[in-house]
Structure formats: C-alpha cells, structure tokens
C-alpha cells in the first residue's frame, strides 16, 4: 500500500534490525515523471536521479498515455529479482490517498515478476490514524509471503492480492481502533 511520499523509509523504520539487515539492500521502482500535485518536483529531477542511483532505485520508463501493462515497464526490477535482490513495490503505482476504499487497484506488473522470477511477495498493509492530535499513527503490517494462485492470469492476480491486503488492512483497522 502506498499512503504518503515517506512510504519507503517509514516500512525501513518499522522493521526490526534482524530483518531490516536480511534485506538490505532493497532496490525500489520510483517514477521518473512526475504529474499533478508533485508536478514541482521535475525542478529537482537531476538530484532526484542523483539519489536514485544512490540508493540504487529503478526508475520506471517515462510514462505514456498507454496505461497498459507492458513488460519493459518492470524489466529492471526482473533483473534484480534475478540477481537474487529484494525489492519493494508498491502495485497501486500511486499514493492512494482515499479512504474508501482504502486500498487501490493493482496493476499486473506485481503479478508479472512473481511468475518470471518465482519470487515470493510479503504483503504490507499500511494503516494510518484519523486523528492527528495528540499524534497521528502509522502502523505496519508485514504479512507472511505469499505466492499467487497459478490458475488466475495477471489481472486476476492482482486483484487476489489487492484482496488479500484489503483484509490485511481491516484486521489492523479492527485492532487498531479499539
């Protein structure tokens, strides 16, 4: 789930070391375009990119008006799986910021690179707190890997996993607001 920009460190936050130090280093697909309300950001783009490759980060193809799914659009981080990297993808490939509901759809690409590499995917459902006084919470849930039902095709795929997060989601919900 992608809920705000600070996404990626604040999953790196919640993890204890022992796992954090099993992963690390995490390679992450990031946009290269950017539209809308972060339409400022393309000022920055040049130290943006400085920081990709830093932190070693695979930016998506630029973006065209074909919403489809296309193969090239995730052919880095096939690479990387390949190479044996973890990496962190947020399937939405937005930040979703609406309540209901309150995880958004799937693209098929998640669905694409578990078939190719034979990865397993760890859902992470992200809660964060309506109230933001005294101070706002963001809690993570990491759930066991999972692997796709081979019989749905990509589209299929990706909704079984948006599903799968989306009780994710309100059993944090649930527990959360008690």
């Known amino acids: 789930m992608h809920k705000t920009v600070l996404d990626p460190c604040l999953l790196m936050i919640a993890l204890n070391f022992r796992r954090w130090r099993a992963l690390v280093p995490i390679r992450t697909l990031a946009t290269q375009t950017f539209v809308g309300p972060l339409r400022w950001l393309n000022w920055f783009k040049p130290l943006i990119r400085f920081v990709y490759r830093l932190e070693g980060v695979i930016e998506l193809p630029p973006e065209d008006n074909d919403k489809g799914f296309h193969p090239e ?3 880095g981080l096939l690479v990387a799986l390949n190479q044996g990297d973890v990496i962190a993808i947020f399937p939405e490939g937005e930040i979703w910021r609406k309540r209901e509901p309150p995880v958004g759809e799937f693209a098929p690409g998640v669905v694409y690179l578990q078939r190719k590499s034979g990865a397993l995917i760890v859902p ?12 706002r919470r963001y809690v993570v849930h990491f759930a ?3 692997q796709i039902p081979d019989h749905l095709d990509f589209e299929a795929g990706a909704a079984w996993l948006r599903e799968y997060v989306l009780r994710l989601y309100e059993q944090i919900r649930q527990s959360e607001e008690r």
């Open 73 to 75: 659009k995730v052919r």
């Open 144 to 146: 066991e890997p999972v």
């Open 124 to 135: 992470i459902a992200v809660w964060i707190s309506e109230r933001a006084w005294p101070r």
